[in-house]
């Protein structure tokens, strides 16, 4: 009994998100995974049918949103949102691995949940011995998955991520018939992006032209190499002014955020993920999901 509710303290306090305000509108571009999502899971709900039974997986480059993506689908649900990093099921014993997740699955089972398997690859591999085993964790999500599917009481949806679609396990693969590839923001899409990050950076004074030229040149580029990329062009009006002598005196003259700062943080970064890696979501894609 204290075992038990070690356990359900254990996923409460490490995998339950308690906070969570990401909303639609803070994920830029992917209109048709979010469209997939909403009229899945969101648009049951908002029209007070039960909490559908779903699962979904998730898959593209790191950096492209997916996390975005399932904390604004949580949020915009109202549904309890548990979501379990794959570290907490490589690091223990094998035991503790299954009690957390049958405890897990039995909360999620408790009121509407959206569950969140982030990293689902890591699930195939861990456990993996010379290929032949398969896995205790993957049997039991297998089952916990089954018998959700089953249970016309439980209102669970699983969304599954992966950078690595290629080796999740295809026993795995097979629970998540809808699969949605993630991918790269077009240049509309990146431009919103850099709108929207220069704002919260408190600069946004570029013009839409000079958006415009930058996101021309960041057509490999991740939301996350984005966000980078502000990150350290927001900070080069402040290197100047510190090159200037002393900061106290000058603070009210630190100059405007301009196109040659991003000149600057595109010296200093390069894409994340390598052309080849990316053509390697596109073929997944249209083997496992029928399409480019
Ligand atoms: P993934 O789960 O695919 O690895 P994340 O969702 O963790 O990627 O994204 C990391 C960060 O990159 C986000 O917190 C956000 O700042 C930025 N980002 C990535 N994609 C987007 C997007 N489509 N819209 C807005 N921000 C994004």
């Known amino acids: ?49 039960h909490f559908p039974v779903e699962s979904v997986l998730l898959f593209g480059a790191p950096g492209t949103g997916k996390t975005l993506l399932v904390r604004a689908l949580a949020s915009q649900c109202s549904a309890f949102f548990f979501q379990l990093s794959t570290s907490m099921l490589t690091s223990k014993y094998s035991g503790y691995k299954i009690h957390l997740l049958k405890t897990l699955f039995d909360m999620a089972k408790e009121q509407p949940s959206i ?16 290929d032949v085993v398969i896995s205790q964790i993957q049997l039991e999500i297998i089952r916990q ?4 599917a089953r249970d016309s009481a439980a209102h669970v949806a699983i969304i599954a991520a992966t950078n690595r679609p290629r080796e999740v396990d295809s026993d795995i693969l097979e629970l998540f018939t809808a699969r949605i590839h993630i991918q790269f923001l077009n240049i509309e899409e990146r431009m919103e992006l850099f709108k929207k990050l220069l704002e919260q950076h408190g600069c946004n ?21 984005l966000a980078l990329v502000v990150r350290i062009a927001s900070i080069e009006p402040i290197r100047d002014l510190l090159n200037t002598g002393n900061w106290e005196e000058n ?42």
């Open 205 to 225: 004074v570029l013009t839409e032209n000079e958006v415009k030229e930058i996101a021309n040149l960041t057509t490999d580029y991740t939301g996350s190499d």
């Open 251 to 292: 603070t009210s003259r630190l100059r405007s955020i301009q196109t040659r700062d991003f000149y600057a943080a595109l010296n200093e970064t390069k894409p994340s993920v390598p052309p080849d890696e990316i053509k390697s979501f596109y073929t997944f894609s249209e083997h496992c999901c029928g399409d480019g």
């Open 115 to 130: 569950v969140f398997l982030d990293d689902i690859e890591m699930i195939s591999t861990c456990e993996h011995d010379n």
């Open 1 to 49: 009994m204290a075992a038990a509710n070690n356990m359900r303290n254990i996923v409460s306090n490490e995998i339950l998100v308690k906070e969570n305000n990401v909303q639609w509108d803070d994920v830029i571009g992917n209109a048709a995974a979010k469209d997939a999502l909403r009229k899945t899971i969101v648009l049951p709900v908002e029209q007070g049918r």
């Open 145 to 148: 998955m089954h018998q959700i």
